[in-house]
Structure formats: C-alpha cells, structure tokens
C-alpha cells in the first residue's frame, strides 16, 4: 500500500509507531455516504420513535463508560495527552455528553404560529438526514461525542472523519455503537487524510450537514467546498486566541486564581482552543501575579503520559514543536523575556516535549501574541484601566472565549459584554457545562454552536405546514 492508503498513528510521546490503519479514499467516502443515505431512506433510525432512538444511545454512554478505562488510553496514547487528564475530564464528558442528548432528544419541540381563526400553521423540526462530523486532535473522544450525541438523537445518519493522528477512540465508539444496538450504517468512521476523505465528505452532495472542529484554514476550505458542491449546512468551530483578564483585585482569589490560570493555559499543553494563551493584568498587580504564575509553571510535572502524576505531555508531533519553539525564539530574538524551567532529563529524543512557558514584554505584532500557538506558551502584557483592558482582549481575529477575574460585579458585568467572545467565564476558567451553547465569534465560529439543545440546530431542518380551515 501506498502512504496514502494507509495511515500510521505515532505516539507523540516516543515519535514511534502505534499502529497502521487504512485510510479512507474519496471513493469509500463516496460510498459510506450512499449506504448512510439508503439507511436514512429505510427509516430504520429515523422514523425510530425518539424514545427508542435515546434508549439506544443511553446504552452506548452505558459502554462507554464500561470502557472508559480503554477510551481513556487510547486518546492518551494518540494524542499524548495526560491520562489523568483523559479519565478525569475528557472520558466522563463525552459520556455526559452522549446521555445528555439522548435525554434531550423528546425535549426538542416544534412550534405553532399566530395564524388566526382560518388557519393552522404548524412547525416542525426534521433531521438532515445524512450529516458529516470532522474531528480535532486535541479532544479525539469528546468532539466525537459533542457531534454524535446530538445529530444521532436527532435521527440523522452520520459519517466521522478523525484526526488522521488519533483516530481510534472513535473507531471503539462505534464498535460499541453497533453493540448498543445502532442499526448498520447510521454511524460511519472513516479515518483518512483531511486533503481526500475530509474533502471528499465536504463536497459530497449527500451530505446535508457537516460540522467541523478545526483550524481556520481548514475550515475556510470547508465552506468553499459547501458552496461549490450542494450548499450544505456548515457549522465551524474554529481557533481562538483567549484573553484571561485580571482586574486590580484578582490576587484577592488567591491561589484559585493562579491554579485556573495554569488550568486556562497548559491544559492539554496548551493545545486547545480556548485557552487562556494572553494573560493581560492589571499593572498594580502585574509583578506579583507573573511571579506566582511563572512559578506555578515551572511546577508541572512534564512526562510521560501514561504515568498518572503527568501534568504535561508531549506536543502532538515533531512539526507542532517546531512551530512553538520557531514563535518563542522569534519573540526572543526581538527582545521578549522567556520564562522557563526547561524539561526534566530521560524524555524520549523523538518525543514532542515542550517545556511551560510564559512570556513578557513580547513585542507588539510578534507571532506569540498574535498567531494561535497550539502549545504551552502564555504571554502577559499590563493596562492600566478598564477600558485599555477590553481594547487588548479584542485585538484579535479570533473571538472563542475569554475569562475575568474581579470582585466587582458591576466591573464583571461591562467587561463580560465588551468582550468579543462566543463564552465568558467570570471568576473561573471555564466553557460552561453541557446544557451551555459553545460556539465562536469572528473567525473562531460560524453556522452554529456545540453543546445545549442549540445543538440539534445543525443537524435539524424546519419544515411548516401550513393548514386551511373552513
């Protein structure tokens, strides 16, 4: 086979091999999509009566959490993510996740409009029919869930595109899917490369509804695609460059306040959208606040990911460090202060290791304060006022989330509103839990949100009847 028959996951932790699987041609995207439709079509899932179709995915967040223990390693393993991190966060919230909307579900209504004495208009929500999910890396099993849990429960048939670098918790999602009881072709993984059977999913004319977690770049590809094949819904969650907000009285929260600034900042090593990657603090508070919070830091246990005292791992692949370590010299280079521990001795040559960072007095336009980094790198600028502060957190294309930090309702309140961001979270680092909508301002979000029973939006359609009567 050629590379681009098969896909090689690595383990970003050693730089070796964890398995080779096969990668899904257009032509398989293309047929994936016909069987979805021809099951679609049966109604065998879609004319399912709701409260079957949850019961059916209540027994799937059943297995899942039977196998939690095995989902949680093979993200960790994938993704290099902690596995700590794997079973205390991203397992349990993609169980959550799949139970919630199977709740959900018979709680989605139609509505009924003002039509008068003479008529009757009533509104219905249907699904799409056959829907496209694209994953991220970062979070393999929970945006699997966030996407399956609604467009599943709605009654769609859905086909999932991985990550090419961690694509096996969602094949074991739908194994179990299929032990839960999900009817053949309802749902679909087809691990593959983004340039084939990811493109191949958004040019497809079968697919009505596509959600895509991503890059920016990779996401405007997305739309084009829709455009240029059936118009299909699109719903794009996207990067972000997240602010974190410390007003003059923030230290007064103490050591709550640093441990969800590093919580904001290196979960996940920093690879994730909404972390808080641009710490701006008040100047009264500044010097302490990057004494802790460098300190903090410089604490995290960096190693191996299997090793369940691991705060920190590796970088997804050798190309993502490249990246940081390219933007940190750069800021250094152009007169930015570096701050950091380095790594502890014995980590593998070829793995993605890189180390906490924070940076001071980067200069303006450097790719550090402006560019979405992808790794464990936290600038700190200083305001002087209210208003300064919410002009900074601005100064970004991006526009996913941002938190603040002040006892000051009234404060809170003015800059929770002047933000330019899709979630807010005030005192706390947070993207609220799962009956919150999540979804991005400006060029972090477009079509539509996760999470809530705003969800059901993408993978649903309205239909009115309008009705006569004599």
């Known amino acids: 086979m050629t590379r681009n028959e098969t896909l090689t996951v690595v383990d970003p932790a050693t730089g070796e091999p964890l398995t080779t699987l096969p ?13 979805a439709q021809l099951a679609y079509d049966s109604g065998v899932w879609s004319r399912l009566p709701v409260r079957e179709r949850s019961a059916v995915l209540l027994r ?35 169980v959550e996740a799949i139970r919630w909307f199977a709740e959900a579900a018979d709680k989605v209504f139609g509505r009924l409009a003002p039509g008068g004495s003479d008529a009757l208009g ?12 694209i994953l991220p890396w970062n979070y393999p099993l929970a945006m699997a869930s966030w996407k399956v849990g609604p467009a599943l429960a709605a009654g769609n048939c859905l086909l999932v595109k991985p990550a090419e670098a ?40 079968l697919v009505r509804a596509l959600s895509f977690t991503g890059s920016t770049a990779t996401g405007r590809r997305v ?48 690879q994730n959208c909404t972390a808080g990657s641009r710490v701006l603090v008040h100047r009264s508070i500044a010097e302490e606040v990057v004494e802790r919070f460098t300190a903090a830091a410089r604490n995290l246990v960096v190693g191996d990911p299997a090793d369940p005292r691991t705060q920190q791992g590796p970088l997804i692949d050798r190309a993502a460090f490249d990246r940081v370590a390219g933007a940190v010299d750069a800021a250094r280079a152009a007169g930015a202060q570096i701050h950091t521990a380095g790594l502890p001795h014995g980590l593998p040559a070829r793995g993605a290791y890189y180390p906490p960072t924070v940076i001071t007095r980067a200069p303006a336009e450097s790719a550090v304060l402006t560019r979405e980094l992808f790794g464990p790198v936290v600038t700190v600028e200083t305001f002087g006022s ?27 309140l003015r800059l929770a509103r002047g933000i330019e961001a899709g979630v807010v979270s005030v005192n ?13 301002w400006k060029q972090s979000g477009f079509g539509g949100a996760e999470k809530s029973t705003n969800a059901f939006d993408q993978w649903t359609r309205e239909k009115t009847v309008w009705i006569r009567t004599r």
């Open 223 to 270: 739309l084009r695609a829709a455009a240029d094949s059936n118009f299909k819904r699109v719903s794009l969650e996207m990067g972000g460059k997240s602010p974190q907000v410390l007003m003059a009285d923030a230290l007064s929260y103490g050591d709550e306040l640093i441990g969800d600034m590093i919580e904001a900042a290196f979960l996940t090593m920093g």
């Open 60 to 94: 799937l967040a059943d297995l899942m959490e039977r196998d939690g223990e095995l989902l949680a390693r093979l993200d960790s393993e994938d993704a290099g993510k902690p596995i700590t991190e794997c079973r205390t966060g991203d397992v349990p919230g993609a």
């Open 428 to 440: 706390s680092y947070s993207e609220g839990d799962i009956t919150t909508p999540f979804g991005g």
């Open 386 to 412: 209210e208003e300064e502060a919410v002009l900074m957190a601005n100064a970004t294309e991006y526009g996913l989330a941002a938190s603040v930090w002040t006892r000051d309702l009234d404060t809170a």
């Open 23 to 35: 990668a899904a041609s257009a032509d398989d995207v293309t047929k994936a999509a016909e069987q």
């Open 166 to 205: 961690t694509p096996r918790s969602a094949l074991h999602l739908a194994a179990l899917a299929t032990e839960a009881g999900l009817p053949d072709g309802v749902l679909t993984v087809l691990p593959g490369y983004g340039a084939e059977a990811g493109a191949a999913l958004a040019h497809d004319p």
């Open 122 to 133: 009533l509104v219905s929500r249907e699904p799409v029919g056959v829907g496209a999910a």
